[in-house]
């Protein structure tokens, strides 16, 4: 055996590491830090798909100069004392990976944008001797603007390290029979709780321009097969839309608010769900159950119920887990 000489840097031993990636979320709902994030977020080519030299004028002189004030209270109705709903979670769902997971397998978590960023906890992990990495970006449906940012994003770190490691993507997961599965518990479980018996289901996904169909995005058809599949295997209608429009591009339809307001008016039973998010965050906790409830009721409704998404629940972590599993197969 060949001993390292003493001037030898330390070398850790090798181990394996998986990095769970979510969108996003500003450090304090405050304008400021929303501020910062909002910068960051919209001004990803892929993000908003508009020439640099059209948007950055509107970005930086219009929408960072009014949007971060209402955005923060937005936040503020959300946040909690552990921060970031979407980080918290996040954090928790990291925490349990681990352990489900084991010593042999380092686990850890980043935001696309904000804190903590994916480079640093990267960096993280190699040091930690982890020279094999899963990304997993926690999007079950794939979209330009959400899991190819990750993909970005990573290469454009590994294209500053000399020395980098092995990498494995965690594939969109849509019609993954695990995913379904622990989908329609979770909805199985949110309406049995209800005080009400919902005649109406409605998934709500983020909403993406129309134009990105048309280009070539998979997201709408992954969206609408995860809701059939849904629908199949709890034995009930789920009807679809699509939240968070932005601009004046048209978006895919139907609307989540309009959709909300129609249902009102025709005096539905409504419990809605956001099967395109792993964690709760801005847009579920307050887009949908607080203003989508605001919307539901103006329009004379009057039960609604937000079930929440699969977060670091048993069913949600069984399914993160098997995902996580199958894609380290052969590495150990």
């Given at each position: 055996m060949i001993e390292r000489p003493p001037s030898h840097p330390a070398v850790p031993a090798p181990r394996i590491g998986v990095l769970l990636v979510n969108l996003g979320t500003p450090d304090a709902p405050e304008p400021g830090p929303v501020r910062r994030y909002l910068r960051e977020f919209l001004s990803d080519r892929r993000v908003v798909e508009i020439p640099s030299l059209l948007w950055q004028p509107i970005l930086r002189g219009i929408i960072l100069n009014t949007r971060p004030k209402k955005s923060a209270h937005a936040y503020a109705q959300v946040w909690t004392d552990e921060g970031s709903p979407l980080a918290a979670i996040t954090r928790r769902q990291a925490g349990a990976l681990q352990a489900a997971l084991g010593d042999d397998v380092r686990v850890s978590w980043a935001m696309r944008y904000g804190a903590p960023a994916i480079g640093g906890a990267i960096d993280e992990l190699v040091g930690e001797g982890c020279r094999r990495i899963l990304i997993a970006p926690l999007y079950p449906q794939y979209c330009a603007a959400t899991t190819a940012t990750v993909v970005d994003a990573v290469g454009a770190h590994l294209a500053r390290l000399r020395w980098q490691p092995t990498l494995r993507?965690?594939?969109?997961?849509?019609?993954?029979?695990?995913?379904?599965?622990?989908?329609?518990?979770?909805?199985?479980?949110?309406?049995?709780?209800?005080?009400?018996?919902?005649?109406?289901?409605?998934?709500?996904?983020?909403?993406?321009?129309?134009?990105?169909?048309?280009?070539?995005?998979?997201?709408?058809?992954?969206?609408?097969?995860?809701?059939?599949?849904?629908?199949?295997?709890?034995?009930?209608?789920?009807?679809?839309?699509?939240?968070?429009?932005?601009?004046?591009?048209?978006?895919?339809?139907?609307?989540?608010?309009?959709?909300?307001?129609?249902?009102?008016?025709?005096?539905?039973?409504?419990?809605?769900?956001?099967?395109?998010?792993?964690?709760?965050?801005?847009?579920?906790?307050?887009?949908?159950?607080?203003?989508?409830?605001?919307?539901?009721?103006?329009?004379?409704?009057?039960?609604?119920?937000?079930?929440?998404?699969?977060?670091?629940?048993?069913?949600?972590?069984a399914m993160l887990e098997a995902l996580v599993r199958r894609e380290l197969a052969g590495w150990h």
């Open positions: 993507f965690l594939p969109p997961y849509h019609d993954d029979p695990a995913y379904i599965a622990a989908l329609a518990a979770s909805v199985e479980a949110g309406v049995a709780a209800l005080d009400f018996a919902p005649d109406t289901l409605v998934a709500s996904f983020h909403g993406m321009p129309e134009r990105t169909l048309h280009l070539g995005d998979p997201y709408h058809c992954q969206c609408v097969k995860s809701a059939r599949l849904l629908s199949e295997a709890i034995g009930r209608p789920v009807e679809i839309a699509f939240q968070s429009r932005f601009g004046r591009a048209k978006w895919l339809e139907p609307a989540t608010d309009a959709l909300l307001e129609r249902l009102g008016r025709e005096g539905r039973r409504v419990a809605i769900f956001a099967p395109g998010f792993s964690a709760d965050c801005l847009e579920t906790l307050e887009e949908l159950a607080i203003r989508g409830k605001e919307q539901f009721e103006a329009a004379c409704g009057r039960d609604f119920a937000y079930l929440g998404c699969l977060n670091d629940t048993p069913p949600g972590m």
